[in-house]
């Protein structure tokens, strides 16, 4: 049976950090609600993924390929649902409905649809009960599912490019689209969908996860039967090093499968992945570098593999003891402040709210295009890791 969410326990376990920190909390939170209250309108129209001279970009038009467009509607369901205010719904609904063109384009639908629908129509659908949203996230859900690779126990990452054979290729962000299915199977009363999750989270624990809590980004699997051919390097340094947001997909899917399944070792897995990323952040006084094996310089941060990964500390502080309880709850609030201190901007000239953002190491002084940018999921992650704070109990995923 799953594990069930005790509302008594978490608050006494989590309550004594937070409330020592309650005053950083609440005054965040009303420079975040101030600034996202006006952005809320000011963007409405669009799917922003960066700022251009401070304006939100928009990339609504590229919404078949974009995975990060669920990320603005998604953090107007988290303000909605906080602050009750109508104009986050109005531009959440917006949202979602600028992403439909890229729900009627089946065959260019890639693995990141739980990104991309989850967040949007799935939160619509829990929130409202409008049942439009169900329906998409039904067929997002439907095609994630179809993905699954039965003889080489994986979800496909990616689709064809015509270029190299990707048929064989699992990434660790995947892992963070699995709510989507979980979500699919409790709305219809029937496990397959989470039975597909949880044999695509047992591959990583095997395949992706390393014994000292780093993790793999890219594993090549054999395609008719169980096997991997070989680990690649992704947006981290190398194949042997360790993306820190892949890093943080692990922290936050397990612990995230934990609570859909209640099985155990995922607990251990976010455990055992969340130390590894604590440990590496510490040396950089908690703001993360974009690597955590790569060379001590360049030295090149990623804001929101910091951010994703308090979200998945304070999920993991509600099921441990009371010590590791307090201990993952302050080292979440320590990325947080981090992050607040160096990274965000509160100011009216730039909609972006979390700077510092980095789509994958650069190699060069002349790759350094989406590196230190604000991203659109760095404001998401730092909105929801708030709400945790400020206790929330809507947990999007
Ligand atoms: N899922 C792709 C990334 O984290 O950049």
């Not at 409008?130 to 080489?152: K, W």
């Not at 990616?158 to 990434?171: A, C, E, M, Q, V």
Request: some cysteine; glycine content about 6%.
């Amino acid at each position: 049976m799953p594990q069930k969410f005790d509302k008594e326990k978490v608050s006494v376990k989590m309550e004594s950090i937070i409330k020592t920190n309650q005053n950083w909390i609440d005054s965040v939170w009303e420079k975040v609600d101030k600034k996202l209250s006006r952005i809320a309108v000011k963007s409405r129209n669009k799917l922003p993924y960066t700022t251009i001279n401070g304006e939100h970009d928009n990339r609504a038009g590229a919404a078949v390929a974009a995975w990060t467009n669920g990320f603005w509607g998604g953090t107007m369901w988290l303000m909605y649902e906080a602050t009750g205010n109508e104009e986050y719904k109005k531009t959440a609904e917006r949202s979602e409905e600028l992403l439909d063109d890229a729900l009627r384009q089946y065959k260019k639908l890639h693995h990141d649809v739980g990104f991309m629908w989850h967040l949007t129509s799935s939160a619509n659908y829990r929130l409202t009960g409008n049942e439009p949203s169900a329906v998409r996230s039904f067929f997002a859900a439907t095609s994630l599912f179809s993905r699954y690779n039965v003889s080489g126990d994986y979800i496909r990452a990616w689709n064809d490019t015509g270029k190299k054979d990707n048929s064989g290729f699992s990434i660790i962000d995947c892992l963070m689209n699995l709510p989507l299915l979980y979500w699919a199977s409790d709305e219809i009363g029937d496990n397959r969908f989470k039975k597909i999750a949880m044999r695509h989270m047992d591959m990583a624990m095997r395949d992706h996860i390393r014994p000292d809590g780093s993790v793999n980004h890219i594993v090549n699997h054999e395609v008719d039967k169980i096997g991997v051919q070989n680990v690649l390097a992704g947006q981290g340094y190398s194949a042997t090093s360790c993306w820190s947001r892949g890093l943080a997909w692990a922290v936050y899917g397990s612990v995230i499968s934990y609570i859909h399944t209640g099985k155990e070792e995922y607990l251990v897995t976010a455990k055992k992945t969340a130390d590894y990323f604590i440990e590496h952040c510490q040396k950089t006084d908690y703001l993360p570098l974009i690597d955590f094996v790569a060379p001590e310089t360049p030295v090149y941060y990623d804001s929101t593999a910091g951010v994703c990964t308090a979200c998945g500390l304070l999920e993991i502080a509600k099921y441990v003891s009371e010590e590791e309880s307090r201990y993952y709850t302050e080292e979440a609030i320590k990325i947080l402040k981090a992050c607040d201190e160096h990274f965000c901007n509160y100011e009216e000239n730039e909609d972006a709210l979390v700077l510092m953002g980095s789509e994958r190491y650069p190699h060069s002084e002349t790759a350094m295009q989406g590196v230190h940018i604000p991203i659109i999921y760095g404001d998401f992650f730092f909105v929801e890791a708030l709400c945790k704070l400020k206790g929330r109990e809507f947990l999007i995923w």
